[in-house]
């Protein structure tokens, strides 16, 4: 049986598999894993990097040194990229609330907060610009809010309250979790899409601050073929560094 790790990685690279000739730009470990799992099987049209300066020919393990680089991008030149929308971010969020707002910045009161986080980083930009889903490695009811005490990346309601501009290129795609795979529906409010095997739906809405809409029958997501089995044990993780961020069920 695959493991709960496992599951997630297979879950955020059919994030990926439509996206064709993009740049994937995925932010942390398991994010990173499905981007190079996506590549490799889904989806061999993406772009990919190292993280940090070079565009990869090759799909290297996790944090291995890359074996064929195929051009450079420095940090510089990923704005140019996010202007022209030819990029899928995938980011992590302190909170989510129920219209796909995410907050990165800080928890409390934007004059005196509890506690001071990244700072809105690149969120606003990439949410009115690229496609954008979130990692949420813990899914509790202190990051799936009703709402985010201060708004980073834009959902699509706020940005359609903000006007064309805003709106046009506004696309929250994904928000996978160490329980669920959540979506936006037809009235920009999120919804379930699928529950991880092994959990049910009543315990994914316990671990929401906000009542989560959901299908008559929520489906399970699709554990992974023996061959993505073998890609992310084998090539993409043989150092089992994935367990560290979603421990083994």
């Known amino acids: 049986m695959s493991t709960r790790a496992d599951v997630c990685a297979v879950a955020i690279a059919d994030a990926f598999k439509d996206d064709g000739e993009i740049f994937a730009s995925p932010m942390g470990m398991l994010p990173m894993l499905g981007v190079r799992l996506a590549k490799l099987t889904s989806n061999p049209d993406l772009v990919i990097s190292d993280g940090e300066s070079l565009f990869l020919a090759g799909v290297p393990p996790l944090f291995a040194k890359a074996d064929v680089v195929e051009g450079w991008i420095p940090f510089r030149r990923v704005f140019d990229i996010v202007a022209h929308g030819k990029r899928h971010v995938m ?26 986080l990244l700072g809105s980083r690149g969120a606003p930009g990439n949410t009115v610009n690229n496609r954008t889903s979130y990692w949420v490695p813990k899914h509790s009811p202190r990051v799936f809010v009703e709402r985010v005490d201060i708004v980073s990346g834009v959902g699509p309601r ?13 696309d929250i795609h994904r928000i996978i979790s160490n329980l669920a795979v959540l ?39 699709r554990e992974p073929t023996t061959e993505e089995q073998v890609l992310i044990a084998e090539v993409l993780d043989p150092k089992g560094l994935r367990f560290k961020e979603v421990p083994d069920q």
């Open 91 to 116: 980011m992590g969020a302190t909170q989510v609330d129920r219209y796909g707002n995410q907050n990165i910045s800080a928890i409390g009161d934007w004059a005196r907060p509890r506690r001071q």
């Open 158 to 170: 706020r940005a359609k309250e903000a006007g064309p501009a805003a709106a046009r290129y506004n």
């Open 183 to 221: 979506g936006l529906g037809p009235d920009d409010r999120l919804e379930l899409l699928s529950v991880h095997p092994g959990i049910t739906v009543d315990e994914v809405r316990e671990a929401t601050g906000f009542e989560l809409a959901a299908p008559a029958d929520v489906p399970v997501t």
